[in-house]
């Protein structure tokens, strides 16, 4: 899709987006992760920019190219993310949390390499700080706020449980468990989840196009806040 073809209905909207995994520190050489791409958050931050919109992606670790426009901060852990996320937010009109946030980190992370001295380990991990919830709290009555979950079962039911958890006004949910959806691939199967409304069922379509989508749903929230 050539840029001259692209809708410029964002212009001067700023959207900040969190992508990829975090990696939080067991030690200087080891970490806990995930399996997110950050496909769906830098194809998002892409189309928006092109539409006109001012994009800060934070971006936890990927191996995605930035996106042209598009002003990238890199991060490593959920707490670092975290911080990012709150110095941000109060500028904000729409903010997209398409990262995927470990929700535990370990207790302590050694400042050296840990040896291998014992024939068991345990690491004790402890809960991360809910970006999203917080974002939640925070929002201002005309700051839009979208959120993922990624499932494997019950996918609506949870997802309408998350976007009343963490007050959000746009729930995306997908189903991992499905071929040609989730992680690492580049295709979706979303459902858009929104307060008072029923869910609307979304085919199986590219990162890039469900990208699209989700930014109309934005705009047309948007306009629902202000008007
Ligand atoms: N999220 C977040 N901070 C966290 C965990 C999740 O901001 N510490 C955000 C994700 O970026 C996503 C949404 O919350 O937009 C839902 O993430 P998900 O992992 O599906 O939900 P959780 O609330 O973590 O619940 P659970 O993993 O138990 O299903
Ligand atoms: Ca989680």
């Given at each position: 899709r050539a840029i001259f073809q692209q809708k410029q209905d964002m212009q001067g909207l700023k959207v900040l987006v969190t992508a990829g995994g975090t990696r939080e520190r067991i030690d200087p050489v080891r970490y806990?992760?995930?399996?997110?791409?950050?496909?769906?958050?830098?194809?998002?931050?892409?189309a928006a920019a092109q539409r006109g919109?001012?994009?800060?992606?934070v971006s936890g670790n990927t191996s995605l190219n930035p996106p042209p426009n598009v002003k990238v901060?890199?991060?490593?852990?959920?707490?670092?993310?975290?911080?990012k996320v709150m110095e941000l937010l109060p500028e904000q009109d729409a903010v997209i949390k398409a990262a995927a946030v470990a929700d535990y980190r370990?207790?302590?992370?050694?400042?050296?390499?840990i040896k291998k001295t014992k024939?068991?380990?345990?690491?004790?991990?402890v809960r991360n700080p809910d970006i999203l919830a917080e974002i939640g709290t925070r929002k201002t009555?005309?700051?839009?706020?979208?959120?993922?979950?990624?499932?494997?079962?019950d996918v609506e039911t949870n997802a309408m449980d998350k976007l009343r958890r963490k007050n959000a006004d746009l729930i995306v949910a997908n189903d991992v468990s499905k071929e040609g959806a989730g992680f690492g691939v580049?295709?979706?199967?979303?459902?858009?989840i929104r307060p008072d409304q029923p869910p609307r069922r979304l085919p199986q379509m590219r990162k890039r196009d469900v990208a699209e989508a989700i930014l109309d749903e934005i705009v047309t929230i948007r306009t629902s806040k202000s008007g």
């Open positions: 806990l992760t995930n399996d997110s791409s950050g496909k769906m958050g830098y194809a998002l931050a892409e919109a001012h994009v800060t992606l901060i890199s991060v490593e852990s959920a707490l670092q993310m975290y911080d370990p207790a302590v992370s050694a400042d050296k390499k024939d068991h380990m345990t690491i004790e991990l009555s005309k700051q839009v706020i979208v959120g993922f979950a990624a499932e494997t079962n580049d295709t979706n199967i979303v459902s858009f």
